[in-house]
């Protein structure tokens, strides 16, 4: 007799039967697109694009006219002001096709340096829409004084640092080499000895424009003073030629150009702090 009666035994070995799983019903939901933008002001913003971008070509065509304008004058006037930029020095061509790049580069750096004050001015009426009042105030205003400082870093490096740092590595060399200079080199040597120096003259314009706009104070300058000198150092030894008396004689005006940054920006915390005062 079966104990388990009628009732059938399903072993665990047994596959189960799967059953068909129901469908599930998937519920979708709708994103809100964003607003699109009416075609009025899509019209003015592409309209508006393409007007910066007529201005950008307008002030870009203005610039190649200058820098070409001044390239044809010093091209063609290159045997007249050639010996004062030489200072009599006895240099050498080393072969025919020299002479055109030597006065090709030559004439190109003199037009770009006489035609700088002019593009910076072209720049200066394209990004003037997008500046701030401060800001457009202070490029206005400082302007003319930027190119001073430019100016005098580049006689400062062509009467001063280029004579000392020419005849010291020459003398240096002359101990044990005969010493003949190419024309490329020498020119070479006059940029490096000059372009640099006039752009570290910009340092005190630089300070007071971070002043202006909130980012750099008095009061932080003297706490990074150590490591400033530091940095003036190294740009020094970067630019200049590697001798010592060079990287001395670039080094001192910079400190002095430094400390004088510290004293026009607090000079002009001062003043806000009186404008202040008397406005509360």
């Known amino acids: ?49 393409v007007d910066h ?35 009599g020095h006895d240099l050498v061509i080393l072969g025919p096709m020299e002479v055109i790049r030597f006065y090709t ?30 800001e457009s105030k202070f490029i206005g205003l400082y302007s003319p004084v930027m190119l001073f400082l430019f100016l005098i870093g580049i006689a400062f490096g062509y009467f001063v640092v280029n004579p000392l740092s020419y005849d010291f590595l020459l003398g240096w060399g002359a101990v044990n080499f005969a010493v003949m200079i190419s024309a490329s080199e020498y020119i070479h040597f006059l940029i490096i000895t000059t372009v640099p120096i006039g752009l570290m003259f910009e340092l005190p314009i630089i300070a007071l424009f971070l002043s202006t706009i909130g980012v750099l104070t008095s009061s932080i300058m003297k706490k ?38 510290i004293y026009l920006i607090k000079r002009i915390e001062a003043k806000k702090a009186m404008m202040e005062s008397s406005t509360v």
């Open 1 to 49: 007799m079966d104990p388990y009666g009628d009732r059938k035994l399903i072993s665990p070995l047994h596959k189960k039967v799967e059953r068909p799983e129901e469908p599930v019903q998937k519920i979708q939901v709708e994103v809100p697109k964003p607003p699109e933008p009416p075609m009025e002001d899509l019209a003015v913003h592409v309209e508006s694009l």
């Open 53 to 87: 971008l007529g201005e950008l070509r307008k002030q870009l065509i203005k610039s190649a006219f200058v820098f070409l304008f001044f390239l044809i004058v010093v091209f063609s006037t290159i045997n007249y002001w050639f010996p004062f930029v030489v200072k």
């Open 105 to 134: 580069s030559i004439s190109m750096t003199l037009a770009l340096g006489l035609s700088l004050p002019f593009l910076c001015y072209f720049i200066w009426q394209f990004v003037k829409p997008g500046l701030k009042e401060e």
């Open 224 to 261: 990074v003073r150590k490591w400033s000198y530091l940095i003036i150092a190294i740009v020094a030894a970067a630019i200049t030629p590697p001798d010592f008396l060079s990287q001395f004689i670039i080094m001192i005006p910079m400190i002095i150009l430094y400390e004088s940054s």
